[in-house]
């Protein structure tokens, strides 16, 4: 089957932030915090499949779906950006998606405290109780998702998302970059970090960028948390079946 890997350009390195009044010091090896991952309920749409004409059919459910919830959403503009196409990961409320965070890496300024950074915006994202879950693993070698530091970007950037999708658009696995510092050397404190990680978190989920700047997933983040909107946006992608609408 193939698979198309896929570029998301995260949060861009002039992220509203407070940096670190004070270092941290290193711990050379830090624990990696468990990531919540109880099941939930929920239902979502059938995959299409089979033959055209029940293809066709969900697609209009779909359509349908999205359309009588897409208020208090940006929906529209991720179909606007993928040409009326949704990608996610298949629902997996008991089986949850292995993650897998570099520990101590030997870059300056680089803090203990980012893994846990991490670990919580992983568990922001799981509170929203969709039909996917996350873990932290220890081991990369068994992770789908590798999450993983960089001094900085070359770009105006603080963070980078890629994703591999099958055929029908499913998200099969994904890699998280996060930068260290912003690209004029700035280091990112905690929060910042923390608000980096939900910004990548949400292209790993599946969501693009919104216009709207009062959004975890604007392109220049402004916010330290998920917004009732990012919720009720990732709800309704995870509501239908990933693949094109038309």
Do not use: C
């Amino acid at each position: 089957m193939k698979r198309i890997s896929i570029p998301f350009i995260g949060v861009v390195a002039g992220v509203l932030a407070m940096t670190a009044t004070r270092p941290t010091t290193v711990r050379r090896w830090t624990a990696i915090p468990t990531v919540r991952s109880e099941s939930a309920g929920g239902t979502v749409l059938p995959a299409f499949r089979g033959s055209r004409r029940d293809d066709d059919e969900t697609r209009q459910i779909a359509k349908a779906r999205l359309r009588d919830g897409e208020a208090g959403t940006y929906i529209p503009e991720i179909l606007l950006e993928r040409d009326s196409a949704l990608a996610r990961w298949h629902d997996r409320p008991l089986v949850p998606v292995t993650v897998w965070v570099q520990s101590a890496p030997a870059l300056d300024d680089w803090n203990g405290d980012y893994v846990e950074s991490v670990a919580s915006a992983f568990r922001a994202w799981d509170a929203v109780e969709l039909p996917i879950r996350f873990k932290v693993v220890p081991d990369s070698a068994a992770a789908e998702v590798h999450v993983t530091w960089i001094d900085r970007f070359d770009a105006p950037i603080s963070g980078r998302t890629r994703w591999s999708r099958d055929d029908s658009w499913w998200i099969v696995n994904a890699s998280i970059v996060l930068a260290v510092h912003h690209q004029q050397g700035e280091v990112l404190d905690r929060m910042a970090m923390k608000a980096m990680a939900l910004h990548e978190v949400g292209h790993l989920l599946g969501l693009d960028h919104t216009t709207d700047p009062g959004m975890i997933m604007a392109p220049r983040v402004r916010v330290r948390d998920l917004t009732d909107k990012d919720k009720a946006t990732i709800r309704l992608l995870y509501s239908v079946p990933a693949g094109p609408l038309r």
